[in-house]
């Protein structure tokens, strides 16, 4: 009887030759059929006991015998397979394929050059006897080379006999019937022979390749179900759609499979990509296809697990900013290395959509992230990525601080302690990404080349930038306090924006002429500059003014200037104070509707006497009018001083209802000019509705205070209703207005869009103060909204957005659902510019019930040239 090792090391080695040859060569002992269904007849005699010969023995035995021809048995004629075990000083050992034997064999009766052979190279022998000890020997041994012969056209058959593990018992190969020319064969396969991850049953039709390997074996590789006796349901996610077909992203295996529109049968809901879907396959024309597709509850298709465990790493390779160098075969180009939990060093990959956030990774960064591992093909991948603080210690980066100095859509600027210009950024370069940004938010970032801009035309912009503690940023270190000047010239702006006039895109480039203050000291006279902002509360320099006032070094240039100015003698008199209403808000600056409805009056936030106030439409405050040169030959324009918030009732401006249960239609025939900028006057007019014929026609002034929603914005044509005052103005107004549904899109900082199509098939845009009681919005939520049109640019917008229910009722998904080559399809269409002619859709279809597409149901047949009677 065998060792305990030698059987061990025979089951390895049997397992390793019978996977080399089920895999491309299939075994040595396929069966072949007659048509008559006789029983098969075996290629090989019935084996013998095994035999296993001690090595010593063999070898003695075998050595006294020579090896001359005549030591050895008849040839009883049948080659066999094994693999070499053993290699000694001129002889070896062989153990069988077929059967459980191991045998001795010389170095003579190897037909080849005996270095070439190796231990465990598969060999073909023959089987005999030694004469004198009578025991079993193998001769006339050949290396055999693994060569495959592949048919070029694909077979069908059948499934006679499934796959069985190797655990439960029976032959671990399945088997397929295969009739040609009157003839049945029994071709064997093996678990790898099957194309994709699917389970063959008996009575399965599939269709195939036969492989024949050097002696002539025949074998079933590149098995594929075609048609399962009981179809097997797939599922998976729409991924892309054209014309009359899309393809959907198999949850099984790694792969896409085409689908008619037709398979999809429920009428009340188009398809729509991302739809989680059930289906089956079938084979037309050669080519697998989904059918039978329904629509499964979002959720329900999960590609891949996220271990719970947070681990920690440092980046290897970050990603590429630049798009032009993204690569389409790289759809995860970063790495990540960590050590794992046996303290062994691990490299993993990561994308775009695996970072909370869209923030700058650096190589050597550290990162906090879990492991992502796909159901499929067992792929893993980093995902959940946050940048932790010690990064920025490690890398030696050159960290500036700074405050928010203006905010956009999607990007803003910021002003720096070191720099003079304000720097670019865009929203997706903070850590925290769930805060809300504010002006003068204080921040530390790191300044770079800003990868979207051209060679010709390069930016630096702010990344990686971290929010700090209110008073951490400094712009100036204080030098003396107390000091005590006189001013000699005044203050004055160079230039300011008189109107909201969209067409400046530079609001907040309001510059300013510094004064002077001049002051004795030892004797010495001194000038030192200063800005109207740095004066305290109301106080407004005039020339000749006493003040007292702090001295502070400006850190970016190390000039002087003097801060916390205020009057030494309290002789100066504040003019009259005036009343309104805040009509319109911008980046650092807004407009005051005055009582009187004849004008707008420009007033920068930082003449608020409480600057931290938040500041709203419609809310009353009190100013001061001051008159300045403008500084470039445009004359003077007044603007507001020493603005103050007042308690909502305040402003008493003695006007009552005349009617106040009576409610009017109208008609809004001019907008305010915070509407329209190119209009001349400010108040909008509504126009009454009349109910007759033979009723005048009367016109209504309104402004912001009139507005019951002070953020309706109100346009020509827009039907509303109100009601009138003593002062015979229209009050209490409240726009009547179709309000549309659709689902938010996506969200991206203070914007979004929404599933709208407006001009040119784009999504209808919306920005977040547009949402109703500041509720957050995510993507797939049914929202309402009224559909507004910019008079100027033509552009569509949504106002008043109103959440109704969450992403079909059900909570948001995982963004790890999806492969990161899926996301990437989904949002990125691509257009081949071949020069060929293209048909452009500049409207889309919508049928009577407001889905697009048209009814199939309403379609009907008829003989070309001639109408169907309706």
């Not at 398809?271 to 024309?285: A, H, S, Y």
């Not at 990868?451 to 712009?475: C, D, E, M, T, Y």
């Not at 702006?493 to 030892?522: A, M, Q, R, W, Y």
């Not at 957005?801 to 990125?828: C, D």
């Amino acid at each position: 009887m065998p060792s305990q090792y030698q059987s061990s090391q025979f089951q390895q080695k049997e397992s390793s030759m019978n996977n080399m040859f089920n895999n491309g060569l299939q075994s040595s002992t396929f069966d072949v059929f007659s048509s008559d269904n006789t029983a098969p007849v075996s290629r090989y005699p019935p084996a013998g006991n095994d035999i296993f010969g001690n090595d010593t023995a063999t070898a003695n035995s075998s050595n006294n015998s020579n090896f001359s021809n005549e030591s050895f048995g008849n040839n009883q004629g049948v080659r066999e397979t094994g693999i070499i075990e053993k290699l000694l000083h001129s002889y070896g050992f062989i153990q069988c394929c077929e059967r459980q034997a191991r045998l001795f064999f010389h170095f003579s009766q190897f037909s080849g050059n005996i270095e070439h052979l190796k231990i465990g190279d598969p060999v073909e022998f023959e089987m005999t006897y030694d004469r004198r000890t009578g025991k079993p020997i193998a001769s006339t041994v050949t290396k055999i080379a693994p060569e495959v012969v592949l048919s070029e056209e694909r077979v069908t058959g059948v499934v006679t006999t499934e796959l069985r593990t190797e655990g439960s018992g029976g032959d671990t190969q399945g088997r397929i019937s295969y009739e040609n020319r009157g003839e049945c064969f029994f071709l064997p396969y093996n678990k790898d022979d099957v194309e994709g991850n699917v389970t063959l049953r008996t009575g399965d039709q599939v269709s195939f390749q036969i492989a024949t390997n050097q002696r002539g074996n025949l074998g079933a590789t590149h098995v594929r179900l075609e048609n399962p006796v009981h179809p097997v349901k797939y599922q998976g996610v729409v991924c892309s759609m054209k014309d009359v077909f899309g393809y959907i992203e198999r949850a099984d295996i790694v792969k896409e499979i085409s689908f008619p529109f037709t398979e999809f049968k429920d009428s009340s809901k188009p398809l729509q990509l991302g739809d989680d879907v059930e289906f089956i396959i079938q084979t037309r024309n050669g080519k697998e296809v989904a059918c039978n597709i329904e629509r499964l509850p979002p959720g329900s298709v999960i590609f891949e697990d996220i271990d719970d465990t947070v681990m920690k790493g440092q980046v290897l390779k970050p990603l590429d900013k630049n798009p032009q160098n993204h690569l389409p075969s790289e759809p995860l180009p970063g790495r990540i290395r960590y050590r794992a939990p046996d303290y062994s060093e691990v490299e993993v990959s990561f994308g775009e959509k695996d970072q909370q956030g869209d923030f700058t990774l650096r190589h050597g960064d550290w990162v906090e992230f879990r492991i992502a591992t796909d159901r499929r093909d067992q792929l893993k991948r980093a995902t959940n990525i946050s940048l932790l603080p010690e990064s920025f210690v490690v890398s030696g980066e050159r960290r500036e601080q700074g405050i928010i100095a203006v905010l956009k859509q999607g990007f803003g600027f910021l002003r720096s302690v070191e720099r003079e210009p304000k720097i670019y950024f865009t929203f997706n370069e903070v850590l925290e990404v769930q805060r809300k940004l504010e002006c003068n938010d204080e921040v530390e970032f790191t300044v770079a080349q800003d990868p979207s801009s051209s060679f010709g035309n390069s930016r630096q912009s702010a990344i990686r930038i971290k929010h700090l503690p209110r008073g951490s940023v400094q712009f100036e270190l204080l030098i003396e306090e107390g000091l005590v000047g006189v001013v000699t010239v005044v203050a004055t702006e160079l230039s300011e924006p008189s109107s909201p006039s969209k067409n400046s895109n530079h609001f907040d480039d309001v510059t300013f002429e510094p004064g002077v203050i001049t002051l004795h000291s030892s004797s010495v006279k001194r000038t030192i500059l200063y800005n109207i902002k740095d004066c305290n509360g109301k106080y407004i320099p005039k020339q000749g003014d006493k003040v007292k006032f702090n001295l502070y070094q400006i850190k970016r240039n190390k000039e002087l200037i003097a801060m916390n100015i205020h009057p030494v003698n309290n002789t100066h008199t504040s003019d009259d104070l005036k009343y309104g209403y805040i009509a319109a808000l911008k980046d650092g600056f807004g407009f005051i509707e005055t009582i009187a409805l004849d004008s707008e009056v420009f007033f920068r936030y930082a003449n608020l006497n409480e600057p931290s106030s938040s500041l709203e439409l419609g809310m009353e405050v009190e100013y001061t009018v001051s008159t300045r040169n403008t500084g470039n030959g445009g004359g003077s324009c007044a603007s507001a001083e020493n603005v103050r918030v007042l308690p909502p009732g305040t402003i008493n401006d003695n006007c009552e209802l005349l009617q106040p249960n009576v409610i009017l239609d109208g008609v809004v025939s001019r907008p305010l000019r915070s509407v329209n900028p190119d209009q001349t006057e400010y108040a909008g007019i509504i126009q009454e509705v009349p109910t007759t014929e033979e009723e005048n026609i009367l016109q209504y002034e309104f402004g912001i205070k009139g507005l019951i929603n002070k953020k309706e914005l109100l346009q020509v044509g827009d039907p509303v209703q109100f009601q009138v005052d003593s002062k015979n103005r229209a009050v209490n107004i409240i726009a009547i207005r179709k309000k549309q549904r659709a689902h938010v899109d996506t969200i991206k900082g203070y914007f979004g869009f929404l599933t709208y199509e407006v001009e040119g098939g784009k999504k209808l845009f919306f920005h977040i103060s547009e949402v109703t009681d500041g509720i957050k919005l995510h993507q797939g939520d049914l929202v309402e909204f009224v559909l507004v049109v910019n008079q100027r640019s033509g552009k569509s917008s949504g106002c008043n957005v109103t959440k109704i229910s969450s992403a079909e009722n059900s909570p948001p998904k995982q963004p790890s659902q999806r492969p990161e080559h899926l996301i990437n399809r989904i949002r990125t269409i691509s257009v081949k510019d071949d020069g060929s002619p293209k048909l452009i859709v500049i409207r889309q279809p919508l049928g009577p019930d407001g889905t697009n597409g048209f009814d199939p149901n309403a379609r009907k047949q008829h003989i070309p040239g001639q109408l169907n009677e309706v």
